[in-house]
């Protein structure tokens, strides 16, 4: 198994804009560690041509594009999240604002507070920052927001678009995922995939897009095969998938899922996963659900966790309020 | 591998409402066939059901459930379709009407037409027969029918809720799947399952309910492992993949695509596919994708093409009638 890593080495040290290591295995060999796909990298590029995509729009005498970020109660991580992407949006030249409220709202008020964003031609996109206070429907917000000015692709509407690889707004996290293997690169055409994760936001969407007809009117669609694996996939069967599969999308938030043994020689690892734990020093830290430093031993690419696909996120968010303004424009 | 055969053999023996078969192979040592899953039989106790709960449905005082379907052009396979899910409204006491059109027939005339049906408070069910002539959009005119009224379940607003878990109406076909393994007490729980074909209409829908969480609010999610095979995936690798499944649904109307090496011992195999052929004595008939004969002897559970999903999608089409009927007596 392990000779066909050797076969690769070729291949990867070609590409000398990819960061790649060599390192020494237990018996003093020279291996190649995976191609780090550096999401943060990549997100600044994407960012730089929105920026002047952008620039280009506003010249010939469209107003910027807008975004309304609503955020509901104190959680810090969404203050951040929010905070993040209003500092994106402002960086590429997309107008933002954040509309909070108190955890004490109720759900009519902020579905007619979402309605009146709707009605308002100066906005082009509306994000409310997930999870909501409890009392209040989700779905019911989720699908209050105008499906054109839903830059986070939640909608009944864009997720039925999406299913049906109609052009549409997908969800930033799953784009990213896509927009990172077309940039890298990675083939998918023919190849096994594997999707842990089946959030409605995340895994589903994402194994929609890979197992598509490419030719279909999204363009978004990857022509692999999709294995669908979730929390009731026995873990023999997690790992005998995973080991097929050419490309691993994970998703599940569960520290070191992804083991080193369960990955074929040169196959790419995407990790979406994102938990905040705490180390044996007592020092917190972010990791994903790959036991990266074991992987990035095995796999041909891998995505680190921070700085892959978070950014990434953010970046296809932004493009995603583009795309609703453009769209927009074009209606009215 | 073959030893695992005999000890299903008891259960399989056990439920005797099940065809099964001995036969000897060609050592002469006697196996049982598998359990052949009669789509014919369950569309009929389906339609009986269904029968006795419009018939209390009408005594209260609510009008028969309306269908009514649309067909344009004179395709003579669309005409017999048409015919049968006519024929068994009537049988189980749904109100059914066929509205022929000319093949010349334009697209905005068509739109117009279903748009009369939406605003009809005596129809409950609108059905439009696909192909349509060219010329006409047929995803427009799924997305004109009113989705409370899609009793084909092809509209971007019903295709979203399934997506999303959501209660929704289930494209005929994929639901006759499910009622199947339902129904027949086929395990789907942390089995793995292979999809065979990734139509919006069959394949994408089926793979949808087989791998979501069965307590989300749809009541259809199946908790299987799911792989999605399609036109791209190297026969070697959906060799692997059947090899490896449970339960595999097939649906590409390529005759002999699925054969008994790629089976496991005992799995469940549903044939969606149906193909007419010309055999060697010039005979025409219906096929499936499996390569029947040899599959019966390796399978655990197998359906018959004609008689297995085929009469079942008709049978799920009047479930999906009298759930719009009762839901549109709730909304009006």
């Given at each position: 198994m392990?000779?066909?890593i ?17 390192y ?55 203050h951040t ?36 964003l ?5 906005v ?47 969800p930033a996290?799953?784009l990213?995922?896509v ?17 842990v994760?089946?959030s ?13 007809d ?13 294995t ?40 790419t ?29 095995i796999a ?11 950014p ?10 583009f ?10």
């Amino acid at each position: 198994m392990r000779q066909s890593i050797c076969l690769r080495i070729v291949s990867t040290l070609v590409n000398t804009t990819m960061r790649s290591h060599t390192y020494f295995d237990s018996l003093g060999s020279a291996r190649i560690m995976a191609r780090v796909l550096d999401g943060k990298a990549l997100a600044r590029d994407i960012k730089d041509e929105l920026k002047i995509k952008i620039h280009n729009w506003v010249n010939i005498g469209h107003r910027a594009p807008s975004l309304r970020c609503i955020i509901v109660g104190n959680d810090p991580a969404s203050h951040t999240y929010v905070r993040n992407k209003v500092r994106a949006a402002l960086e590429v030249g997309i107008e933002a604002e954040t509309i909070k409220y108190d955890e004490t709202l109720s759900e009519e008020t902020l579905i007619s507070a979402i309605e009146s964003l709707n009605q308002d031609k100066n906005v082009d996109g509306i994000l409310v920052q997930l999870p909501l206070p409890n009392g209040i429907n989700e779905r019911k917000v989720c699908n209050t927001v105008a499906p054109e000015k839903d830059v986070d692709g939640f909608h009944i509407t864009n997720v039925g678009q999406l299913s049906l690889d109609m052009p549409t707004i997908v969800p930033a996290t799953a784009l990213a995922v896509v927009e990172m293997l077309k940039r890298f690169k990675i083939e998918t055409y023919g190849r096994n995939a594997v999707v842990v994760g089946r959030s409605k936001n995340v895994g589903m969407p994402i194994a929609m897009m890979l197992h598509s007809d490419g030719n279909h009117d999204s363009r978004l669609g990857m022509d692999a095969t999709v294995t669908i694996c979730h929390r009731y996939t026995p873990p023999e069967q997690l790992e005998l998938h995973c080991r097929n599969a050419d490309i691993i999308v994970t998703a599940t938030g569960i520290p070191k899922l992804i083991k080193a043994n369960m990955i074929k020689p040169g196959a790419t690892v995407i990790d979406v996963g994102i938990t905040r734990i705490t180390d044996e020093q007592g020092k917190t830290k972010l990791v994903g659900d790959v036991d990266y430093d074991e992987v990035v031993k095995i796999a041909g690419a891998i995505t680190p966790v921070p700085g892959g696909v978070g950014p990434m996120t953010v970046a296809m968010l932004m493009h995603n309020t583009f795309q609703a303004a453009q769209k927009l424009r074009d209606i009215n």
